[in-house]
């Protein structure tokens, strides 16, 4: 029994991994994919905070973008690049350490479901 619930822990682990590092290569897609076909708590928690910073680090590379006419906007890209790089990694860490990351400096687009549930009630 003890295999299982390893194993359990360990493809949960992948698949949060996998989740966050997906983000520096494909953007949204990865952790969209995983939030919209997975319901395991753990998983989908990640997901969303994987999601949601991707989704605002596209806002920072657009408003970026838009301030390369006035030349500033090619150092912002690097740094937005720069960032989702640190922090897909940071979080691909500590998700397979099992500890919970959250990304700085995001917009919550995608609202935790469960504290909605807790106000409503």
């Known amino acids: 029994m003890s295999e299982s619930v390893l194993k359990s822990t360990e493809s949960e682990r992948l ?15 990865p952790s969209l ?17 994987a999601l949601n910073w991707q989704l605002t680090s596209i806002i920072y590379f657009f408003v970026s973008w838009i301030l390369m ?22 979080a691909a860490i500590r998700s397979s350490r099992g500890e919970e990351k959250r990304y700085p400096l995001t917009i919550e687009f995608i609202k935790d479901k469960s504290l909605e549930m807790q106000v409503h009630v």
């Open 15 to 29: 698949a949060v991994v996998l989740t966050h590092f997906g983000g520096i290569f494909l953007g949204f897609i």
């Open 33 to 49: 994919l995983v939030y919209l076909i997975k319901d395991e708590g753990r998983i989908k928690e990640n997901a969303r905070h």
């Open 69 to 90: 006419l006035v030349l500033i906007g090619w150092v912002l890209q690097l740094i937005v690049i720069l960032l989702n790089i640190f922090f897909c990694l940071l």
